[in-house]
């Protein structure tokens, strides 16, 4: 069984991909009709002869994902200056208007995307 995950924006055609050998995977799906009218959809994989060396596998595959820092702005004001502050726990400078201070922050991922 091969197994891609197809990371939220991220790229289809870089999609981390592994190979479970020996696995039997098995797609159920249930539609369930209620008295009140009402209907219920739901789909459950199961993947049978799982062992520890697959979950190795598959750790060893989430990891790079894992460890994607994801950048988060916040802006601060210091008086008549703003600055941002990202998840990652970086200050930007100190500027004049939050034009100045959200390029400064698109730098800023752009620089942690290339070294990533």
């Known amino acids: 069984m091969r197994l891609t995950l197809f990371v939220e924006g991220g790229d289809a055609?870089?999609?981390p991909q592994i190979d479970?050998?020996?696995?039997?995977?098995?797609l159920h799906g249930h539609h369930t009709c209620y008295d009140n009218g009402e209907h219920g959809d739901r789909l459950q994989m199961s993947l049978h002869?799982?062992?520890?060396?697959?979950a190795r596998q598959l750790i060893e595959m989430l990891t790079?994902?894992?460890?994607?820092?994801?950048?988060?702005?916040?802006?601060?004001?210091e008086g008549r200056h703003v600055r941002f502050k990202c998840?990652?726990?970086?200050?930007?400078?100190?500027?004049?208007?939050?034009?100045?201070?959200?390029e400064d922050f698109k730098t800023h991922v752009a620089e942690k995307?290339?070294?990533a």
């Open 113 to 115: 995307a290339v070294t």
């Open 64 to 77: 790079p994902i894992a460890a994607v820092v994801e950048h988060k702005l916040k802006v601060e004001a």
């Open 20 to 26: 479970l050998d020996h696995i039997s995977p098995a």
């Open 49 to 54: 002869h799982f062992t520890p060396a697959h």
């Open 13 to 15: 055609r870089y999609a």
């Open 87 to 102: 998840s990652c726990n970086l200050l930007g400078l100190l500027r004049d208007t939050q034009g100045e201070a959200l």
